[in-house]
T-cell receptor
Framework: ETGVTQTPRHLVMGMTNKKSLKCEQH?????MYWYKQSAKKPLELMFVYNFKEQTENNSVPSRFSPECPNSSHLFLHLHTLQPEDSALYLC????????????????FGAGTRLSVL | KNQVEQSPQSLIILEGKNCTLQ??????????LRWYKQDTGRGPVSLTIMTFSENTKSNGRYTATLDADTKQSSLHITASQLSDSASYIC????????????FGTGTRLTVIP
């Protein structure tokens, strides 16, 4: 148990559906992240939030919409996805964005396995 | 272009044997290097973190080394166990205001009885 919980663990959706991924951290961290993990590719950073404010959007298509209502919760709203968006979506949190290495170690959730049909 | 390359891509070893995974990087300026273990169906979990001044760090049967001059790191697993079967990911942090992280594609290790 890493202290970062993601739901649902698995999701199958059609291209016209709207769904949301949820992430919750119980570590008292201030930074939260969304990553996409596809087979045989490095993790791709999608969004970064620090103290609820979005600090990074890595040119992610607008069909992915993040929401961070507080430092403990992070959502990823999905709308009109494409089959190539099928992947494992990982949420992570860290105590800080930068500074001392031990403070920016990222703790990952187990991920949501998304399949877009 | 900053890159992190890992080798081998996959590895199968017998239980009880040792193995070494490699990570070469071109990230500059360098801040720190981390090794993560990712079990199937789980998120990555941090194993070790090393800064520029550290050249070895152990975590149980896992020992990571870092040569900042040649920009190489290795993860040595001693007396492997079935539970070591996982993907091992090398991650390098850039020493800039952006503090970017660069991920390798991972080495898939399978330990067989």
């Amino acid at each position: 148990e890493t202290g970062v919980t993601q739901t649902p663990r698995h999701l199958v959706m059609g291209m016209t559906n709207k769904k949301s991924l949820k992430c919750e951290q119980h570590l008292g961290h201030n930074a939260m992240y969304w990553y996409k993990q596809s087979a045989k590719k490095p993790l791709e950073l999608m969004f970064v939030y620090n103290f609820k404010e979005q600090t990074e959007n890595n040119s992610v298509p607008s069909r992915f919409s993040p929401e961070c209502p507080n430092s403990s919760h992070l959502f990823l709203h999905l709308h009109t996805l494409q089959p190539e968006d099928s992947a494992l979506y990982l949420c992570a949190s860290s105590q800080a964005l930068a500074g001392e290495p031990k403070k920016n170690i990222q703790y990952f959730g187990a991920g949501t396995r998304l399949s877009v049909l | 272009k900053n890159q992190v390359e890992q080798s081998p891509q996959s590895l199968i070893i017998l239980e009880g044997k040792n193995c070494t995974l490699q990570c070469n990087y071109t990230v500059s300026p360098f801040s720190n290097l981390r090794w993560y273990k990712q079990d199937t169906g789980r998120g990555p979990v941090s194993l070790t973190i090393m800064t520029f001044s550290e050249n070895t760090k152990s975590n149980g049967r896992y020992t990571a080394t870092l040569d900042a001059d040649t920009k190489q790191s290795s993860l040595h697993i001693t007396a492997s166990q079935l539970s070591d079967s996982a993907s091992y990911i090398c991650v390098v942090r850039e020493q800039t205001g952006a503090n970017n992280l660069f991920f390798g594609t991972g080495t898939r290790l399978t330990v067989i009885p």
